[in-house]
């Protein structure tokens, strides 16, 4: 049974990857800063390590097989490869390689509506928004790495459910201007942009069924997948929200400000065949549009 440490395992992403990979029979340990979060991991029985990632070739547990960074870190990124390459260096020969599961995503793609796939080249179609401008360079230095560790590279689009995560820039407006008793609801992006989207329990899966096949991933020429479950429109979606939420009024779409929001409205056409093909997985959520009455109340309820 393989022993897995999930760097991240209380966030958004990480938490419900942590308990997937848990119900399906594998010791998890999770890396977390804080005593109180320890005991969220522990609680669910995920086995907390506390510390930083600076310190993690020091106080991973020796027998870790396969480590998983969903922290979504942007300054941490090289610190962490480096000591996860630390750790598989460390291994003797004779045993199997460290396995290194690192989540990137959809944004490396840029805005296009050209239809592409994991082995179109980065870059070539359109460039990735400033904000993550560097993660392309980043993701060749972790599969130069394949000397030392078995590595597999996940992009995942713009995850739902829960508390919503980033949905929040679209959708606080919207409870906004309800609040406040106007009917217009000055939300970013355009009514037309296609937003491609994964709940955040079929990336999980995604990830459980990556764990299952890494080996047989690994080896492949290029060993990165995409998560994506869904393309909408986003004015379909926004209209679903303000129907569970009582908004009657209308939408004045603005431009982005910043670089997040300029990567938030980044629109690709990307593929989910390899994951489909390679790995057997298929979504089982219903879409952002389709399933906004159950999105919508978990919303609110976290959001109170």
């Not at 119900?23 to 005991?39: F, W």
């Not at 910043?258 to 298929?282: F, M, P, R």
């Amino acid at each position: 049974m393989s022993n897995i440490l999930v760097i991240g395992a209380t966030g958004f992403i990480g938490l419900p990857v942590a308990l997937a990979l848990r119900r399906s029979g594998y010791h998890v340990y999770g890396l977390t800063r804080s005593s109180e979060k320890a005991r969220l991991l522990a609680r669910s029985e995920i086995l907390p390590v506390i510390g930083e990632v600076k310190d993690l070739s020091k106080i991973v547990p020796p027998n870790i097989e396969v480590i998983i960074d969903v922290s979504a870190a942007y300054y941490d990124v090289a610190t962490i490869l480096e000591e996860v390459k630390t750790i598989g260096s460390g291994r003797k020969a004779t045993d199997p390689k460290l396995s290194f599961i690192y989540t990137s995503g959809t944004w490396n793609y840029g805005t296009s509506s050209e239809y592409f796939s994991e082995s179109t080249p980065l870059g070539r179609v359109a460039p990735p928004p400033d904000m993550i401008a560097w993660r392309p360079d980043f993701e060749r230095k972790i599969l130069e790495s394949r000397d030392i560790l078995d590595v597999a590279i996940v992009r995942p689009s713009m995850l739902y459910g829960g508390n919503g995560s980033i949905w929040s820039v679209f959708f606080d407006p919207i409870i906004r201007a309800k609040k406040a008793g106007s009917n217009i609801a000055t939300v970013l992006g355009a009514a037309d942009l296609k937003v491609t989207s994964i709940h955040k329990d079929d990336l999980a899966d995604l990830y459980v069924k990556i764990v299952e096949k890494l080996p047989f991933v690994a080896a492949t020429t290029y060993p990165v997948i995409n998560g994506i479950a869904t393309k909408e429109s986003l004015g379909n979606i926004l209209s679903a929200f303000a129907k569970e939420v009582g908004f009657s009024g209308t939408f004045e779409f603005k431009q982005p400000e910043d670089v997040l929001q300029k990567a938030i409205v980044t629109t690709s056409n990307a593929s989910n065949d390899k994951a489909k093909a390679l790995l057997g997985w298929y979504p089982k959520q219903e879409g952002v549009e389709q399933g906004m009455k159950s999105w919508a109340a978990a919303y609110l309820a976290w959001a109170d």
